[in-house]
């Protein structure tokens, strides 16, 4: 028995497809986890689209093209072919005999054989997110996606190392490899495995088990919460949380129960990169976390991708030895609670800011001063990095900047708006690419063209779902695909949190 699923394009993705009740409103069965796919075809626009929240993907860096296929081979491979045949993706289960695929309550997609043994789980290989009874090992990371709406392998990371210690890093990009830590453990907690339990709690553990450090220290009810921790795009570890139905204060939308750093804009300063928000850009934490800027005379290199940084919007100062200096070009803009650490080519002690800055007008080199009101000033030159904006820095950073932005090589100066703050933060830059989110988001939602056959399976769950409950259950949407069901294939199956209630029901009544 061959499957062979078609798919449009793409690569797949289990999606937390939270408000599917919308659609199956007499079928809560069919709600929360999914296997679906990425679909880049035309599509219908939905007026009402259900939230979907990816929490794990496969193949996340080679995007595939339409005529590619899934399929679960009779000698228990599970493949993700292109059009052309080529393997692209498959899941490592040394062909120890799969004989279904199951998604499981808990979200974790899971290749059984006969036994309902797991020869293979998603669980086992996390992308930017781990979920309630899910574990990061030794070794274990998640790769934050490139940006929002990218699911690319971006520019953090967050792993529990085999020396024990647990850290949030940036990564070389596009290497991935760890570079400067940002939030650790440090080796002196020697951490065996990151739990998220059901209560909501996530900790590092040691091996007898006993608890090195809380992740996350306030219990979250699974009963009445769906629950994630996502590495997100801009490197904050975010523990999400969405009511099940309407709890208290909680809106219905994911928020947040806790994070870590606490504040990523003054966390990461790093000798070699560009910081948080990338070169030549501040970060700033606002209320719904780290937003990024430009300075004034600066704009961000893509709009749509922040962290890149952001490029001079003037024509440098001339350095050639025979041309003036331009000292009577140039100006200076003031940012208070400013600096960009680390890479300063030029430090003076005891002089007067008006010296400093007659002196940085002299310097074609020198794009900034950080001048720290003790009479010491830094000069630094491009890019800077480790841009940052916040209360704790008492010094101002002096940006110098054209006066005449005629001269600037593609005109784009002629749009000048003199209200407009030429600080251009992300908030805006996320509220356009809205539009994107609202176009990708029913592509990726509406595939449904086939409808997907759910049974019972004897899949064995290792988790108990209560606590005061010490026993395993059954239960689980087994995968099953007739061959009638093979076009445009979306979703395998479901599962999730309203279910937790259902079996709690059921394991009481076998109690
Ligand atoms: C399944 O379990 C039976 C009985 O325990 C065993 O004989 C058999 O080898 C197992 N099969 C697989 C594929 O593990
Ligand atoms: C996502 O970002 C990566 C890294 O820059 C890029 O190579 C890829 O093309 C992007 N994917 C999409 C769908 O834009
Ligand atoms: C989760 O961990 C906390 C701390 O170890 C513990 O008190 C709680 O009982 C655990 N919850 C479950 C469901 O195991
Ligand atoms: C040049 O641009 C800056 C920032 O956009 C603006 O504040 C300034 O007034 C402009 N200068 C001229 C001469 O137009």
Redesign the pocket.
């Known amino acids: 028995m061959a499957f062979a699923l078609l798919y449009l394009i793409c690569f797949i993705l289990v999606a937390f497809s939270l408000p599917c009740m919308y659609r199956h409103s007499s079928n809560f069965r069919k709600c929360v986890f999914r296997l679906i796919t990425h679909c880049k075809k035309q599509s219908i626009w939905f007026n009402k689209i259900p939230e979907r929240t990816i929490v794990w993907s496969a193949n996340r860096d080679r995007l595939v093209t339409q005529g590619s296929k899934v399929e679960l081979t009779s000698d228990g491979q599970f493949v993700l072919n292109d059009a052309r045949g080529n393997q692209i993706w498959y899941a490592d289960s040394f062909r120890t005999g799969v004989s279904h695929a199951a998604m499981l309550d808990t979200g974790n997609f899971v290749l059984a054989n006969r036994n309902s043994t797991y020869l293979w789980e998603s669980f086992d290989q996390p992308t930017d997110t781990i979920l309630p009874t899910q574990t990061l090992n030794q070794n274990g990371i998640l790769f934050a996606r490139y940006t929002e709406t990218n699911y690319s392998i971006g520019r953090f990371m967050f792993s529990l190392q085999s020396d024990g210690s647990l850290s949030l890093s940036t990564t070389t990009f596009p290497q991935h490899s760890r570079r400067t830590d940002y939030w650790s453990t440090g080796n002196t907690d020697i951490g065996f495995q990151v739990i998220f339990n059901q209560s909501g709690l996530i900790y590092l553990t040691s091996k007898n088990g006993a608890i090195r450090k809380t992740i996350s220290p306030t219990p979250v009810s699974i009963e009445d919460f769906y629950q994630r921790a996502t590495l997100d795009y801009n490197g904050v570890l975010r523990h999400y949380v969405y009511p099940k139905s309407s709890v208290g204060r909680w809106p219905n939308a994911w928020s947040t129960s806790s994070f870590i750093p606490s504040n990523i804009c003054t966390a990461i300063v790093e000798k070699i990169g560009g910081g948080a928000c990338g070169v030549n850009s501040l970060c700033r934490l606002d209320d719904l976390g780290p937003t990024c800027h430009c300075p004034?005379?600066y704009t961000f290199i893509d709009p749509n991708d922040v962290l890149k940084g952001c490029k001079q919007n003037f024509v440098p100062q001339s350095c050639g030895a025979g041309s003036s200096p331009e000292t009577d070009a140039f100006d200076f803009q003031e940012m208070k609670n400013t600096n960009m650490h680390y890479l300063d080519y030029e430090l003076f002690e005891g002089l007067h800011e008006d010296w400093c800055r007659q002196s940085c007008l002299e310097d074609c080199f020198c794009a900034v001063v950080y001048f720290n009101g003790d009479g010491v000033c830094y000069k630094k030159g491009l890019p800077f990095s480790n841009g940052v904006i916040d209360p704790s820095v008492t010094g101002k950073a002096i940006v110098k900047?054209r006066?005449?932005?005629s001269t600037l090589k593609d005109g784009s100066?002629n749009s000048?708006n003199?209200d407009d703050s030429?600080l251009i933060s992300v908030g805006s830059v996320l509220l356009s690419s809205l539009g994107i989110l609202n176009f990708i988001l029913p592509l990726i939602t509406y595939v449904v063209v086939s409808r997907i056959y759910f049974s019972k399976a004897e899949v064995v769950q290792p988790y108990q779902v209560m606590t005061e409950v010490n026993l395993r259950y059954f239960t689980y949407e087994l995968l099953k695909l007739s061959m009638n069901e093979m076009r445009i294939m979306n979703a395998f199956i479901d599962f999730g949190g309203y279910k937790y209630i259902k079996i709690n029901k059921a394991i009481k009544l076998i109690l």
């Open positions: 004034n005379g900047i006066k005449d932005n100066a000048k003199k030429t």
